[in-house]
């Protein structure tokens, strides 16, 4: 369970520029739900995946990750219970690293590190049945470099490296929105299996309506740093892209209309 009470972030205070991102979200995430959350430009959605994350402290209000208050807690202390993955493909892996060593990172983040063997055979055995399921064959690419491979296979593999060890929550800021079309299906259906098998706590901000609607189990609308709707399975079901967007007016040109064969 994930909790966040009364949330209030507030960006450049007292100044002439001051801008309330989060405007006292109160907001509670089941064990193993996938919830979409969506919105248009400034909604705040990507700064309550970063408050959750750690990455800015709150103002105001309180985290919770299985009943445990990791409000003032350091972003680099909750690694091994939120795992992250960026839009941009080039944050979420160390492009100087093989494969295996990213993995082998991210094991490490998870586990806590010592003196013992790194790259051992049962680790790569796991590394290959963690890569084969996403379907673009890095199972086969343990030893190349990073930056050789493309954005896609970048994302993918951040996507293993962030699910290797399940985290208590999963943050998924944007994560297809820079790949290709068939990448980004690739991407967001090995998403879905993996979360699916380990049954992970998921929040996916996206501007993807299709996959909002097909994927997730919960629909989170955010305008203005508030929560304005919240559709559990029951509510979304029946709803089409174009329903969604003209029931609560999301004006964003970044939005994903996938429908009849449009762009």
């Given at each position: ?119 051992t055979t049962a680790r790569r055995t796991r590394f290959r049945e963690a890569l084969s399921g ?130």
């Open positions: 369970m994930i909790t966040a009470s009364r949330l209030r972030k507030i960006f450049n205070r007292g100044a002439a520029t001051e801008l309330t991102a989060i405007a006292g979200i109160d907001l509670a995430v089941a064990a193993g739900e996938f919830v979409a959350v969506i919105g248009g430009n400034g909604a705040g959605k990507s700064t309550l995946l970063n408050l959750l994350a750690g990455a800015y402290a709150c103002d105001e209000g309180t985290i919770a990750i299985d009943g445990a208050d990791v409000t003032r807690t350091p972003e680099h202390a909750r690694a091994a219970w939120v795992a992250r993955i960026f839009q941009d493909p080039m944050l979420g892996t160390a492009a100087a690293l093989t494969v295996e060593e990213n993995l082998t990172l991210a094991l490490m983040r998870a586990q806590g590190r010592g003196l013992k063997p790194a790259l996403l379907r673009l064959g890095l199972e086969e690419r343990l030893g190349v470099v990073v930056s050789t491979l493309s954005g896609g296979q970048r994302q993918a593999l951040a996507l293993a490296m962030a699910t290797l060890t399940p985290p208590k929550l999963l943050l998924l800021d944007e994560h297809t929105a820079a790949l290709d079309p068939r990448t980004s299906e690739l991407v967001m259906e090995a998403t879905v299996g993996i979360v699916a098998k380990a049954k992970l706590t998921t929040l996916m901000v996206t501007h993807n309506m299709e996959h909002a609607l097909r994927y997730a189990s919960r629909i989170v609308m955010m305008d203005a740093g508030r929560i304005v709707a919240d559709l559990g399975s029951t509510e979304k079901a029946g709803l089409g892209v174009s329903d969604l967007i003209e029931r609560f007016r999301i004006r964003d040109d970044r939005i994903v209309l996938r429908q009849a064969g449009g762009a």
